[in-house]
């Protein structure tokens, strides 16, 4: 999903300080990233081909399917891992960038949203060459998947109807025809604006007080999916402080085995195995609810404490797949519509060719992507945040913030006054 690289620390010296005082880089979670994005990819291609391994794409779903390896496959849960993983980075950036929150605001936008627009334009060529990919699935993938109904198919809309969800619809209507991967970027945008504003706001002190208030917000009148960004923040705060490096190594272990089995759970896993009936937001196999949140954290969390993950996590394959994460995310998706449809649909290949066609071509463009579209992209909105933060807009938020302290201390000076009289 739309993550920059992490600036995090390294099992062996988290207690080394970056360049701004935070924390140091954790290569390991830049290779969390990029197994999770490939885990979204090979969820997609079972929605298209295979929907009874993807509880609610089909009526039937197999009978085995929330164990711990349906975490191999369960896109919706990788999701929330981004999410995590987009509030530590986020709360890193927040808080160097505290003094420049409209500089931060703008650029994660652009960061965002020309990657994203680009990514529709490509889905839209995708489906105007082949307009009619899905027709003639339902002969042929028995149970028929819900997932096909997600895109255009058919009448494709003009290419700027392409551009207006790039940068507009996929914020207003929260998500786009043309590439339905897109549902999440007004949650990272919503969350990442979120987390500017609270690290411009509270000072350092209150900081913990700051995140508190705003998961019991997050809980009283948002969708809880914006736990996740709380929870990466939170996760930050604590590895900032050295509280994760202190904490017994076992607590890592049974972070991994939470994250895995809870991770392994599909949709409407808490029905399918009869357990207690319980909120919504506390069912597990909510993929947008508390468990899968709080799940997703203990994974991030087991990451950063155990080094043989993170040594897994740090080699040269899953750290190539981290660089290219953001933009795997976006171009996998109108392959499958068109491309791979129509190939099944003609039956000319052998389903397992088509597979590895498939994957290894999807590789190949999010490497292209990353190098043309999504690297330069990071580089000119880190180039305009700067310039921002030397002008007015820079200046605005210690103006804002002033602002908004004065009745606070107004307050605070009420006992003195009082006590004077």
């Given at each position: 999903m739309g993550k920059s690289p992490t600036g995090a620390v390294n099992a062996g010296d988290?207690?080394?300080?970056?360049?701004?005082?935070?924390?140091?880089?954790?290569?390991?979670?830049?290779?969390?990233?990029g197994v999770a994005a490939f885990v979204?990819?090979?969820?997609?291609?079972?929605?298209?081909?295979?929907?009874?391994?993807?509880?609610?794409?089909?009526?039937?779903?197999?009978?085995?399917?929330?164990?711990?390896y349906h975490i191999l496959w369960n896109g919706r849960f990788a999701v929330m891992v981004f999410f995590v993983l987009s509030g530590?980075?986020?709360?890193?950036?927040?808080?160097?960038?505290?003094?420049?929150?409209?500089?931060?605001?703008?650029?994660?936008?652009?960061?965002?949203?020309?990657?994203?627009?680009?990514?529709?334009?490509?889905?839209?060529?995708?489906?105007?060459?082949?307009?009619?990919?899905?027709?003639?699935?339902?002969?042929?993938?028995?149970?028929?998947?819900?997932?096909?109904?997600?895109?255009?198919?058919?009448?494709?809309?003009?290419?700027?109807?392409?551009?207006?969800?790039?940068?507009?619809?996929?914020?207003?209507?929260?998500?786009?025809?043309?590439?339905?991967?897109?549902?999440?970027?007004?949650?990272?945008?919503?969350?990442?604006?979120?987390l500017f504003a609270l690290y411009a706001a509270a000072p350092v002190r209150r900081r913990g007080v700051a995140l508190t208030l705003c998961a019991a917000a997050v809980m009283l009148f948002t969708a809880h999916i914006y736990s996740t960004f709380v929870l990466g923040a939170a996760l930050y705060e604590a590895a900032k402080r050295g509280a994760l490096s202190r904490a017994p190594a076992a607590w890592g272990v049974v972070a991994l085995v939470v994250g895995?089995?809870?991770?392994?759970?599909?949709?409407?896993?808490?029905?399918?195995?009869?357990?207690?009936e319980t909120a919504t937001a506390w069912q597990i196999g909510n993929?947008?609810?508390?468990?899968?949140?709080?799940?997703?954290?203990?994974?991030?969390?087991?990451?950063f404490s155990l080094q043989a993950l993170q040594r897994m996590l740090e080699s040269p394959v899953a750290q190539w797949l981290g660089r290219v994460s953001f933009a795997l995310y976006l171009v996998h998706v109108p392959l499958l519509y068109t491309v791979v449809a129509s190939a099944v649909v003609?039956?000319?290949?052998?389903?397992?060719?088509?597979?590895?066609?498939?994957f290894a071509g999807a590789l190949l463009l999010a490497h292209l992507f990353t190098i043309l579209v999504d690297e330069p992209v990071i580089r000119r909105m880190s180039a305009l945040r700067s310039t921002l933060s030397k002008g007015f807009v820079g200046r605005a938020p210690d103006a804002l913030a002033h602002l908004a302290r004065r009745p606070l201390l107004a307050l605070q000076a009420l006992p003195k006054t009082w006590k004077r009289k």
């Open positions: 988290r207690k080394r300080s970056g360049p701004q005082g935070g924390l140091a880089r954790i290569r390991g979670f830049d290779g969390l990233r979204v990819v090979i969820h997609h291609y079972l929605c298209l081909l295979h929907p009874e391994l993807i509880p609610g794409m089909s009526d039937e779903t197999v009978g085995w399917i929330d164990g711990p530590f980075v986020i709360a890193a950036s927040a808080e160097r960038h505290r003094r420049n929150l409209i500089g931060s605001v703008i650029a994660r936008y652009g960061r965002l949203s020309i990657p994203v627009a680009a990514s529709c334009l490509l889905a839209w060529f995708w489906l105007a060459l082949i307009p009619y990919g899905t027709e003639g699935l339902s002969a042929i993938v028995d149970p028929p998947s819900r997932w096909w109904r997600y895109s255009h198919q058919e009448t494709v809309p003009p290419i700027w109807s392409a551009l207006w969800d790039g940068f507009v619809g996929v914020i207003v209507k929260a998500g786009s025809d043309f590439n339905n991967v897109l549902w999440t970027i007004r949650i990272e945008l919503v969350g990442s604006f979120g895995v089995l809870v991770g392994g759970a599909g949709s409407g896993a808490h029905e399918r195995l009869s357990l207690p993929e947008k609810g508390l468990w899968a949140a709080l799940a997703a954290a203990a994974l991030v969390y087991a990451v003609a039956g000319d290949m052998p389903r397992a060719v088509l597979a590895a066609s498939y």
